[in-house]
């Protein structure tokens, strides 16, 4: 047996060595991490700070006091951009072009990842690398031609889809890259069970793979149409007069009221609002999307 001490009477116990000890203030990290991360966050939203509040100012005051808050705080500007018919019909041709370019994007996305993670056949992942490479073919390289070939050969020049289908060709390998691993990851025992209940390939790849794979086809919705609201270059070619997006907008406006800068800012501010907050209220949909694909 062995002997058990104890202490003795009177005499606090001595405390455990293996006890956590509390950490100082930064226990959870270095403390040039916090500073060189507060450093990036100040140089990346510092200009947009500068820009929201430069719209509630007048261009005296920015003349006069560059770096200084509105006083007193203008509405003009906003207002101004808001009642702007120009304004509400870039901003359509935007929200036309990005819901064509997500619709392609997510739909053709799924059909062409679901067979390169679920079926077994030859080049299967040589077909995969295709998409790979795909990563590495910016859409600048094939401006030129994708000119030629939009208003020469198809003749949709100056239209939606002339704008839409090419910028959902060069989402698509980004679209393929983050499915195909999610749909890999969904487990093998499903499908067989619904094979057994009946079920064709096609049958569950509607009833049952579309659903569970939400969170991946939220995800690459999101990044295809934040992506097709900012392009510029592709629009800026195929596009004109009241068929122009929201980027073109703001430089349109920039050119043609270069001396009022607090209206530009104003116009600039509320250009980027839509996609700003689509993306934050879809932030936690597009982790849980790329948190699956990473697993599988």
Known sequence: MTAVTTAPPGTAPEPATDRPRRGNAFSGGNPLVYAIALVVVALT???????????????????AEPA????????????GVLTNPAFWQYTWNSVGIAVITT????????????PLARYEFRFREGLFMVFVVGLLFPA???????????TQNLGMGNTWLGVALPQAAFALPMTVVILR?????LPKELEEAAMLDGASRIGFFWRILIPLSG????TVGVLAFVGSWNAYLLPLLLLQAE?????????DFS?????????????????????????????KRIVNGLQGAVKG
């Open 103 to 114: 619709a392609v994007v997510v739909v053709f996305g799924i059909m062409a990842a679901y």
């Open 68 to 79: 200084g808050m509105p006083d007193p705080w203008v509405l003009t500007n906003y207002a």
């Open 215 to 218: 969170p991946g086809m939220v």
């Open 255 to 283: 050119s043609e009221h270069s001396a009022d800068t607090a209206g530009v800012f104003a116009f600039t501010t509320l250009a980027m609002i839509p996609a700003l907050v689509f993306f934050l209220a879809m932030q």
């Open 181 to 185: 691993p999610f749909l890999m990851a």
């Open 243 to 251: 068929n122009k997006t929201l980027p073109l907008g703001v430089a």
């Open 140 to 150: 600048a390289v094939a401006i030129v031609p994708l000119f030629i070939l939009i």
């Open 45 to 63: 939203l510092g200009p947009v700070v500068y820009g929201v509040l430069g719209g509630f100012r007048t261009n005296a005051q920015l003349a």
